[in-house]
């Protein structure tokens, strides 16, 4: 399940088409974007309710609290209650809620995309609105403390399950 | 409180034939669940105002409809735990975080030591006529029909499997 994007796309790209052709079978782009979507969704959500996950199969975790509960009331905690001030604070967060949410922007970033033989999901690479960093670079760091960008033993269940779905609704359409 | 429930089968199901009838089952309840009835085909209660005015509510993007689902955790850890002849064993893993909340919305206690009034949300069974509907494809006098059954159903999760070990994350912690 975790492989680095970056040689998962190596290796696809070099699959010769009549192989990737035959391995694809009955399930076409579309398909695997819709699950991706799911995916994706589902690792938003989860880090959103203030849960992470260490890594693949492993139990969902409340994510670490901000720094400054339950004393000294500061740091982080002061800092998104002034931001929360000038209305800057994403509004599916507060100021004491660990859930990787400040301005939203880093786990807007969550995208995905299909290649000839897999989805893959991912973090763009794209420069925040202050332009100092990417929301790759600050989900690397984020994710020293607060692990996130994994599915849990559940997840993996409701990915699975979509999948059934998915095979299901193909045979009931004859496809 | 281990929450599970034992549903009755004829006598004249194999094991894998038992197995396949549980996972129709499985996604039968969940399907039930996911339209706001329960067991027995009644409307969910509501929502409290409080819950809905939460900022989790806000978040899981729900509507007023009750479908017992914020993470989708709790639903896709429903399992069959054991079966037998004439009989299989539905529910969740003892002690985990599962159990506890199907515990509260079956009970409805939700974190209370009793119930809460008119809040119980028992999705974990199965109607006499959904289940006669599922065993329709498992006849007794047809021992081919009900082994086609299975292997179709171990066909579906089987490409099911191979879709899902399709999907890759990106390594967020780059250790080059």
Redo the contacts between chains.
């Keep these: ?5 970056k040689d ?1 796309n190596l290796a696809l790209d070099k699959l010769k088409p009549s192989i990737a052709k035959r391995t694809i079978g009955a ?1 076409d782009s579309n ?2 974007l819709h ?2 979507k799911f ?1 994706a969704d ?1 690792i938003l ?2 880090t ?2 203030g ?1 992470g996950v260490r890594d ?1 199969g492993e ?2 975790e409340k994510l670490a609290e901000l720094k400054g509960r339950p004393k000294p009331y500061k740091s982080t905690i002061q800092r998104r209650e002034t931001l929360k001030e000038r209305g800057q604070l994403s ?4 100021p004491t ?1 660990s ?1 990787l949410t400040m301005t939203g922007q880093m786990l807007n970033a969550i995208s995905y995309k299909v290649k000839k ?7 763009k690479d794209s420069t925040r609105k202050d332009g100092k960093n990417t929301n ?1 670079e600050i ?2 760091y984020v ?2 403390n607060r ?1 996130f ?4 033993d ?8 979509e ?2 779905k ?3 609704s193909k ?1 009931k359409n004859g496809r | 409180m281990w929450m599970k429930t034992k549903i009755k089968i004829p006598k004249h199901l194999k094991p894998e034939e038992r197995e396949a009838l549980a996972l129709e089952i499985l996604e039968q309840i969940v399907d039930r669940t996911t339209k706001g009835l329960d067991k027995d085909g009644n409307k969910f209660p509501g929502y409290s105002s409080a819950y809905k005015k939460s900022l989790n509510f806000k978040i899981g993007g729900k509507s007023s409809k009750v479908d017992l689902t914020l993470s989708g955790d709790m639903l896709a850890d429903m399992r069959l735990l054991n079966h037998k002849n004439g009989e299989l064993v539905i529910g969740f893993e003892r002690g985990s975080e599962s159990n506890a909340k199907a515990e509260g919305n079956i009970l409805g206690t939700y974190g209370q030591s009793s119930p809460i009034r008119g809040k119980q949300r028992d999705f974990l069974g199965i109607q006499e006529k959904e289940l006669t509907k599922l065993l329709a494809d498992y006849p007794i006098d047809d021992p081919a029909a009900r082994k086609e059954k299975a292997q179709e159903i171990a066909s579906i999760y089987g490409k099911a499997e191979n879709i899902s070990a399709r999907i890759f994350l990106e390594d967020v912690l780059d250790e080059d």
Aim: a positive charge.
């Design positions: 399940m975790k492989i680095k994007a998962i399930v398909d695997l699950i991706c995916v589902m959500k989860r959103r309710l849960f693949n139990k969902r509004s599916e967060t507060t809620k859930n033989l897999g989805g893959i999901i991912f973090i790759k989900a690397e994710s020293k692990p960008f994994h599915l849990s559940s997840e993996i269940r409701q990915l699975k399950r999948a059934v998915l095979v299901r045979l």
